[in-house]
């Protein structure tokens, strides 16, 4: 029998996002059928303070040996940490990456991998050089909607595909929602829907195409900002894809992201549209968590009956506590850092750099359609650079 894999996690940052993944992290992996892996979270670090990280701990029921930093290098640099979490805000990803890539660990770092495509490809050259692992913290790969979706695809469930609509939209009043200096509307920390929501509409559309050169061949966008800092409000992106083979139609995709829109108004509203000659994969629930999915297959031809069989299968709850016994979801994504690291793998067969660099090239195009820029401290591919403060 093959030994149990023990992996040592550190999370960088304490913001919301860091404590659901730290809560799946110390959910026992035999419950969703891995028992050939053990996650073992060993250390959390706060920029703030040191009691800060404690703090931290003490909300997520961190082991007794889980050590609190109040500076990120400390953590870094710990020998009894394999591989880095980095859970902080977009405008910081790049610069706490490359810490970590050059103390020698592996890293994991939450979407958007970085703020440009450019720096992106500078962390995969540093992984290369460091041999290390890197992964862009994109959950919705490893979620069992969203490998189901796939095996449909891969299994022609719909046919050729030809049309992609993907929505991410919350549905708030920025103006009320967000306090001034949040993340969400500043452009000190790379805020505003396309960095944070927009991504993941992307990333759905990619996703419903064959494997290989996922680039569009042409993009179109157009944006709304908000007044107050200038981030984008409201973004739609028109992509076309190539065919998969020179007998098949070229692909039109939209991903659209917005603050003040709802991607699911009624709650039977779906998300995620993939269109193909011989029927529709819908995906509802949130773009970042999806719950369920529908397959719709039809028949030939306009005076064919449009609906000839309807599978429709639940699986995340839509009612996620965030309570340790019922997982976010960030676990399956932990559970493929720990499959690949213990394979000598530097990136994901399943999220692979090339596919995080496409994603950052689509969105570095639709900035500079829309004239949309970040300072330029957060932009840069200098190391190490300072940031400006941050609330995690």
């Known amino acids: 029998m093959e030994e149990t894999f023990h992996l040592r996690w550190g999370i960088l940052g304490t913001g919301h996002i860091a404590k659901y993944f730290a809560e799946d992290l110390l959910i026992d992996p035999a419950t969703r059928e891995r028992i050939d892996?053990?996650?073992?979270?060993?250390?959390?670090?706060?920029?703030?303070?040191?009691?800060?990280?404690?703090?931290?701990?003490?909300?997520?029921?961190?082991?007794?040996?889980?050590?609190?930093?109040?500076?990120?290098?400390?953590?870094?640099?710990?020998?009894?940490?394999?591989?880095?979490?980095?859970?902080?805000?977009?405008?910081?990803?790049?610069?706490?990456?490359?810490?970590?890539?050059?103390?020698g660990k592996h890293v994991l770092c939450e979407k958007s991998l970085t703020v440009n495509a450019a720096q992106a490809k500078k962390l995969f050259a540093v992984a290369e050089q460091k041999q290390r692992f890197l992964m862009e913290g994109l959950w919705i790969r490893f979620l069992p909607v969203s490998v189901e979706v796939r095996r449909l695809l891969q299994a022609g469930a719909i046919g050729t595909i030809t049309r992609v609509f993907a929505d991410n939209g919350l549905g708030v009043d920025p103006y009320r929602e967000f306090p001034t200096g949040d993340r969400m509307v500043v452009k000190e920390l790379a805020g505003g829907a396309l960095l944070d929501l927009g991504v993941?509409?992307?990333?759905?559309?990619?996703?419903?195409?064959?494997?290989?050169?996922?680039?569009?061949?042409?993009?179109?966008?157009?944006?709304?900002?908000?007044?107050?800092?200038?981030?984008?409000?409201?973004?739609?992106?028109?992509?076309?894809?190539?065919?998969?083979?020179?007998?098949?139609?070229?692909?039109?995709?939209?991903?659209?992201?917005?603050?003040?829109?709802?991607?699911?108004?009624?709650?039977?509203?779906?998300?995620?549209?993939?269109?193909?000659?011989?029927?529709?994969?819908?995906?509802?629930?949130?773009p970042w968590c999806p719950s369920q999915?529908?397959?719709?297959?039809?028949?030939?031809?306009?005076?064919?009956?449009?609906?000839?069989?309807?599978?429709?299968?639940?699986?995340?709850?839509?009612?996620?506590?965030?309570?340790?016994?019922?997982?976010?979801?960030?676990?399956?994504?932990?559970?493929?850092?720990?499959?690949?690291?213990?394979?000598?793998?530097?990136e994901s067969p399943e999220m692979p750099w090339?596919?995080?660099?496409?994603?950052?090239?689509?969105?570095?195009?639709?900035?500079?359609?829309?004239?949309l820029k970040f300072p330029e401290e957060i932009e840069t591919l200098e190391y190490p650079v300072a940031l400006p403060a941050k609330t995690s």
């Open 354 to 371: 090339l596919e995080s660099l496409t994603v950052m090239e689509i969105m570095d195009t639709v900035r500079r359609e829309n004239d």
């Open 293 to 346: 999915l529908r397959v719709i297959k039809q028949g030939p031809g306009i005076d064919t009956p449009r609906t000839m069989s309807i599978d429709d299968v639940s699986f995340l709850s839509d009612d996620v506590s965030f309570v340790s016994d019922d997982p976010y979801g960030l676990c399956f994504e932990a559970d493929e850092v720990a499959r690949c690291i213990r394979q000598g793998l530097l």
């Open 37 to 103: 892996i053990v996650h073992l979270l060993s250390g959390v670090a706060s920029s703030r303070s040191e009691d800060v990280a404690h703090e931290f701990m003490t909300t997520v029921r961190a082991p007794s040996y889980c050590q609190a930093y109040g500076n990120y290098s400390d953590l870094v640099n710990c020998p009894t940490i394999d591989v880095v979490y980095i859970a902080t805000p977009h405008s910081h990803h790049f610069q706490n990456a490359m810490l970590a890539l050059e103390a």
């Open 200 to 286: 993941y509409s992307i990333h759905w559309v990619l996703q419903a195409l064959a494997k290989g050169n996922r680039r569009p061949i042409q993009i179109f966008s157009t944006m709304t900002k908000y007044p107050i800092s200038g981030v984008d409000e409201t973004t739609t992106i028109l992509m076309k894809f190539a065919p998969s083979t020179a007998d098949r139609p070229e692909i039109q995709a939209t991903a659209s992201a917005s603050l003040r829109a709802r991607s699911n108004p009624d709650g039977e509203t779906a998300a995620v549209r993939i269109q193909g000659d011989e029927g529709e994969i819908q995906v509802f629930g949130w």
